[in-house]
């Protein structure tokens, strides 16, 4: 995409955003299309390219046409032509960030490549997921990215277009195992929500709120969130209604294993790796990360419905064993 494109882009969707009624339809647009390699977001970005030319009117629209082929027919020969390559080239990404083990990072490399790398030539698809895949973080990928390619992408202005490009939808491409619930993926549900900006509200899940389209957990939901989610109908469930846990021990008999649960006596967090926990914080009002070190935590407990490997289950019989010999 060329920066005219891009700067169109900004200028429709900050128009957009700005009137209630637009929002909502900007919003069902990007929830209801799915389109080739990114689903949720690829088309309705096409779509937003495309009305920086146009006129956006107020009228009421019929929901049911937000569909691929309605879109689609909708353009020109040309613009089908541009769909069908963004389509081909997402799906390149896709492939080659499976391949490189950076799956999660799909929608990453993808909305980056179509939203910067519009006059880029040579661009082969293996080195760029390899960036991804050696940068220890999003700030060294950027100047990694900008370095490379002879770019001049602004961190802080992408992260928030991410951000809110994330928070429109839930990332298929975190989950390791989608046919059990398990730790790992527990702690991926946990760093997309960090990432994609969910807040904090009583009662919500993960679920978007329908007045302002953000989504939302509190502190519990943030696990029940994981535990109703079916990723491959792409729905909430109400299969877990309650937050049913156990205490193993304190946080210095822990196994380091990421999708751990963390409690402090009122509120539970989910442990992500690297010492770090990430939990939906009603005093702050989203959901946020900090260091384990850094918060009030006092035992590690496992949650009922999750899966979790042998090194846990080894973990939990110690402390039994140990429990035993003490009475």
Known sequence: MSATVAAALKKAAVYILGDEKKRGKLFVLIGSIVVGFIGLMCLPVAVLSSMGSMEVGPPEIDKSLFNESAIIAGFDSEQQAKITEIQNS??????????????????????????????VQNFNVESYANLFAVAPNDSDLIAAINSTYGLEIDYDEFMRTYTWVMNSTINEYMFSDESTKNCTDLAAWAANAYISGWGYMNGFIGERNETDRIRYADNAGLVLGYLNYDPMKKVFD??????????????????????????????????????EVIYSSESLGYVTKENVSSGSWSSWCTYEGIEYPQEVTDAIESLNEDSSLEN
């Open 90 to 119: 997402g799906q390149a990404i896709e492939d080659a960030m499976t391949c490189a083990g950076i799956r999660s990072q799909t929608i990453k490399a993808q909305l980056i490549y179509m939203s910067y790398f519009g006059r």
């Open 238 to 275: 109400s299969h877990y209604d309650t937050l049913v846990y156990t205490e193993q021990g304190g946080i210095d008999t822990m196994p380091d294993v990421a999708g751990l649960g963390l409690f402090d006596g009122s509120q539970h967090g989910i442990y992500v790796g690297n010492g």
